[in-house]
C-alpha cells in the first residue's frame, strides 16, 4: 500500500471540476470532529462491561484501544458507533451531543469484512456511493469518489476482482479489509472507529495500514479511533493516544511514549530493547488481578488531573468506601467548570426547557457540555431528551434524514444489485447441471409415455410424472431461497445499522430483482422433460403454455414461503427443518399419494399449494374425451364397464368406432382432482401473495438489524 493511502476524497486532488465543486460544497468537506467520551458505563444482563471510561479522541490524531481479549474493546466502539443502545452513554461530536442525527458524521468499520461475495470491488463500492452518498450528487461525481478511493487505497490491480468467499476466491484478506474501509470513507466520516482492522493481516501489511491510517488523520485532520489487539512496535509508536482496558475500565490513559515509564513508576518495568511495550503492557494487564486492579487505581487518581479523560469522584473512592455523589446528585459541566448540584427536582417540563432545578439555583441545559448523573435518573433524561428531539422534526424531515436517497432510488440500485449477485446464485453452472440432469431423467423415465393414445396405466403414469416435475421444482426453488436468504443477512444487517436504506426497498427489490431469475431453471426442466415425456401440447400447445405457466406459479409461491420460513428462523439448519416438515406435509396433502384421507383431516388437503398446482397440470393434460383408452378388462373408470342389462347406460360410454375412451372427468375425479381451475390460480396466487406479506411482517417486527 502506498503512502497516499486513504487520504481524504477532499483533499482537492481530483481532476475533475464537478468533483471538486461538490466537495467544495460541503457535503463531502466536512473536517474532523472531537469525540468526546465521559464515564461511560455499559452493561449487559447484569454484567458489567464497560465502567466510567472516558477519553477525547482528537481531530488529526489516530486514539488505539488495547486491552486483552474481552476486555470491552469492540463494545466501547459500538457504543460511539451507535450499534448499541445505551441509555447511561454521555459522549460529544464536535462539541454537541452525540445524537442519531449527529453520529452520521462517524462512520464505523466493522471487523469482519462483509460484503455480497459475487460483486467486484468496482461494483460493491459504486452501489455503495449510490446508496450512502446524497442523491441529488450526479452518478459521474460518485464514480470519480469511489475510482479515486480505488486508486488512493492502491487497489486498481483489482477492481474487477470478485469480494470473493470459501467457495469463490477473491480479494486477499488484506484487500478485503481495505475495501472495507473504502466503503466507509464515500460519505467523508468526520470521525472513522475502526474495530480490529489489522486483525488477520500479516505484520508488514498491518504496518502498512497503521501508517496509511495515521497520514489520513493527520493529512486529512480527520478523528481516528480503532481497537487493535497486539501491535508492533513501529505500530504502538504510531499512535497519538492509548486508552488500555482491563475488564472494562481504564488501566492507562495517555501516549505510547509515556507508557514505559508509567508502568516502570508502577514497578513493572520493561526491557524495551527485547520486549515491545504493547506486548508488555497487556502482559501486565492479564497476569493477575492484583497487578490490573494496581494500574486501575493509578489511572483512576491520574484521571483526576486529566481533563481529557474525567472520572467520577466516586469511582476514584470506591464504591466499598461509599459513593461521594449521592444517588440525586448531577454533576453538570459547564463552559464555566463543573458543578455539583444537589437533590434536583427533576421534573418533566425543566428537562424540556433545559432547566434543572436545584437547590443553589438553575442551570442551563443549553449551556452544558456535558452531563453525568445518576444511572436511575439518566434514563429519565435520555428518554426526555430524544422526545424532544424526536418532536422538533416533521416525518418527511426525518425521513429525509434518515435516509440519504429516496424511496425509489433505493428501488432501483438494490433492485439492480440484488440482480446482478443473485444471478451467480440462482443460475450456477451447478444448478444448470442439476435442473438439466434431473429433467433428462425423468424425460428419459418416462420417455413419449403421453404421445398418441394413451392407456390407463400411462394415464396413472403421466400424473406421477406431472406431480414429480412439480414437487422437483418447487424444493428446488424454496431451498435456494433457503441458502441464500441467511446468507444475506449479515450484509443487509450491517447496511441497514449504518441507515443506507429501508427494509422495504430491500424486501421489495429482491421480490422484483429475483422473480425473473428463479424462473429461469423451472422454465428449462419443464421444456426438457415436457417434450421429452410427449405430453399433451404435442396435441394441444395451449397446454404446455398452461402446465409451465402452472409451474412458474407453483415455483414463485414455493419461494415465498422459502422467504417467510428463512425470516420465521433466520438460519439455514433450522429454516432447513421447519421446510422441510412443511414441503412434506404439502406434499402428502397434494392428492397424488393418498386419495381418500381420514374424513377428519380431508379440509387440511386444501392449504396444500401442491394439490392446486398438480390439479390444474391433470386439466391442462386431459383436456380431451378422447386420450385414455378404455381397458378391456378391469378398468378403474365406470365409464369403462359394459353397460348393465344391456339397456341404455346412464354413463354414456365414449366411443369411436370400437374403442372405447375414458371420460376426461372421470380421470380428474379418480385423481382427486376436484378443484376448478379457477380456484386452484386463485389458491396459487394467494399462497404466493400472503408468504410474501407474512416474510416482510416477521422481518420488520422480529428481525432489527443486530449487533452480533
Ligand atoms: N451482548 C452481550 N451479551 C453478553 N455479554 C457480552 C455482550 N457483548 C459483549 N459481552 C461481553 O463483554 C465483554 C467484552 O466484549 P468485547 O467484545 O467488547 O471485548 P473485546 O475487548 O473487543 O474482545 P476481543 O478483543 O476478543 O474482540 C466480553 O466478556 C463479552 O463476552
Known amino acids: 500500500m502506498t503512502d497516499e493511502v486513504l487520504l481524504s476524497t477532499t483533499e482537492g486532488q481530483r ?89 452520521r458524521k462517524i462512520s464505523y468499520v466493522l471487523q469482519q469484512d462483509i460484503f455480497f461475495p459475487n460483486l467486484t470491488l468496482q ?148 526491557d524495551t530493547s527485547h520486549y515491545n511495550p504493547a506486548d508488555f503492557i497487556l502482559d501486565v494487564v492479564k497476569s493477575g488481578s492484583e497487578a490490573a486492579e494496581h494500574l486501575i487505581a493509578d489511572s483512576n487518581q491520574r484521571r483526576l488531573t486529566t481533563p481529557d479523560c474525567p472520572i467520577l469522584p466516586e469511582t476514584v473512592a470506591g464504591k466499598a468506601k461509599g459513593a461521594l455523589v449521592s444517588r440525586d446528585d448531577v454533576v453538570i459541566t459547564t463552559e464555566t467548570g463543573k458543578e455539583k448540584f444537589s437533590n434536583l427536582n427533576l421534573n418533566e417540563s425543566d428537562l424540556r426547557n433545559g432547566n434543572y432545578s436545584t437547590g443553589n439555583g438553575k442551570a442551563a441545559a443549553n449551556d452544558e457540555k456535558y452531563i453525568s448523573r445518576d444511572p436511575e435518573k439518566a434514563d429519565v433524561i435520555d428518554d426526555v431528551k430524544s422526545s424532544v428531539d424526536e418532536s422538533d422534526l416533521s416525518l418527511e424531515d426525518e425521513n429525509r434524514r434518515r435516509w440519504p436517497t429516496s424511496f425509489t432510488k433505493q428501488l432501483s440500485v438494490l433492485t439492480i444489485r440484488s440482480f446482478i449477485q443473485g444471478k451467480y446464485r440462482y443460475l450456477s453452472t451447478l444448478k444448470f447441471v442439476k435442473t438439466i440432469g434431473v429433467a433428462l431423467i425423468t424425460g428419459l423415465v418416462w420417455w413419449q409415455i403421453g404421445r398418441g393414445k394413451i392407456t390407463e396405466q400411462q394415464a396413472l403414469d403421466i400424473g406421477g410424472a406431472l406431480f414429480f416435475i412439480t414437487v422437483f421444482n418447487s424444493f428446488n426453488s424454496l431451498f435456494d431461497v433457503l441458502v441464500i436468504f441467511p446468507s444475506e443477512r449479515e450484509v443487509v444487517n450491517k447496511e441497514r445499522m449504518g441507515g443506507s436504506y429501508r427494509l422495504s426497498s430491500y424486501y421489495i427489490s429482491k421480490t422484483i430483482s429475483e422473480l425473473p ?57 433450522h429454516g432447513l427443518v421447519l421446510a422441510i416438515f412443511m414441503m412434506i406435509t404439502y406434499m402428502l396433502l397434494g392428492g397424488f399419494y393418498i386419495k381418500s384421507l381420514p374424513p377428519w383431516l380431508s379440509w387440511l388437503r386444501y392449504v396444500s399449494p401442491f394439490l392446486y398446482a398438480w390439479t390444474l397440470m391433470l386439466y391442462f393434460e386431459f383436456d380431451s374425451d378422447y386420450r385414455v383408452i378404455c381397458n378391456t378388462e378391469n378398468s378403474l373408470y365406470p365409464s369403462c364397464l359394459p ?55 416477521l422481518l420488520r417486527l422480529f428481525h432489527k438489524p443486530i449487533v452480533k
Open 643 to 697: 353397460p348393465q342389462g344391456g339397456g341404455n347406460d346412464t354413463m354414456a360410454t365414449i366411443s369411436s368406432n370400437t374403442t372405447r375412451y375414458v371420460k376426461k372427468s372421470e380421470i380428474l375425479v379418480f385423481n382427486g382432482a376436484d378443484v376448478p381451475a379457477w380456484i386452484c390460480c386463485v389458491a396459487l396466487v394467494t399462497t404466493l401473495v400472503l408468504f410474501r406479506v407474512l416474510g416482510y411482517v
Open 123 to 270: 461494483q460493491t463500492l459504486e452501489f455503495a456511493a449510490e446508496l450512502r452518498l446524497p442523491e441529488s450528487m450526479p452518478t459521474a461525481c460518485k464514480k470519480e469518489i469511489v475510482a479515486q478511493l480505488i486508486e488512493q487505497l492502491d487497489m486498481e490491480k483489482c477492481t474487477k476482482t470478485i469480494i470473493g468467499d470459501n467457495m469463490n476466491r477473491g480479494l486477499s484478506g488484506g484487500e478485503k479489509k481495505r475495501a472495507n474501509i473504502a466503503n466507509e470513507l464515500l460519505t467523508d466520516p468526520a470521525v472513522l472507529l475502526l474495530d480490529e482492522p489489522t486483525s488477520g493481516l500479516d505484520s508488514s501489511t498491518a504496518y502498512a495500514l497503521t501508517i496509511s491510517l495515521k497520514k489520513y488523520a493527520v493529512q486529512s485532520g480527520k478523528t481516528v479511533m480503532m481497537t487493535i489487539h497486539q501491535p508492533s512496535v513501529q505500530m504502538f509508536y504510531q499512535f497519538d493516544t492509548i486508552l488500555l482496558l482491563s475488564a472494562g475500565r481504564i488501566a492507562y490513559y495517555g501516549t505510547p511514549s509515556d507508557v514505559v515509564s508509567h508502568f516502570a513508576e508502577m514497578g513493572h518495568s520493561c
Open 15 to 103: 481532476p475533475d471540476q464537478k468533483a471538486s465543486d461538490f466537495a467544495h460544497s460541503g457535503r463531502l468537506a466536512q473536517p474532523g470532529l472531537e469525540l468526546r467520551f465521559e464515564h461511560l458505563s455499559f452493561s449487559v444482563k447484569g454484567k458489567q462491561i464497560l465502567e466510567d471510561i472516558s477519553g477525547t479522541a482528537h481531530p488529526g490524531k489516530v486514539m488505539a484501544v488495547m486491552g486483552p481479549s474481552g476486555s470491552g474493546k469492540t463494545t466501547l466502539l459500538n457504543v460511539l458507533g451507535g450499534r448499541v443502545q445505551c441509555a447511561r452513554c454521555q459522549a460529544t461530536i464536535g462539541g454537541l451531543p452525540l445524537t442519531k442525527k449527529t453520529r
Open 517 to 573: 431469475l428463479a424462473l429461469v431453471l423451472p422454465s428449462i426442466s419443464m421444456i426438457i422433460f415436457y417434450w421429452m415425456a410427449g405430453l399433451n401440447g404435442y396435441n394441444n400447445a395451449w397446454a404446455f403454455f398452461g402446465s409451465w405457466l402452472d409451474m412458474i406459479m407453483v415455483t414463485i409461491a414455493s419461494q415465498s414461503l422459502g422467504i417467510f420460513v428463512s425470516a420465521a428462523t433466520m438460519d439455514f439448519e
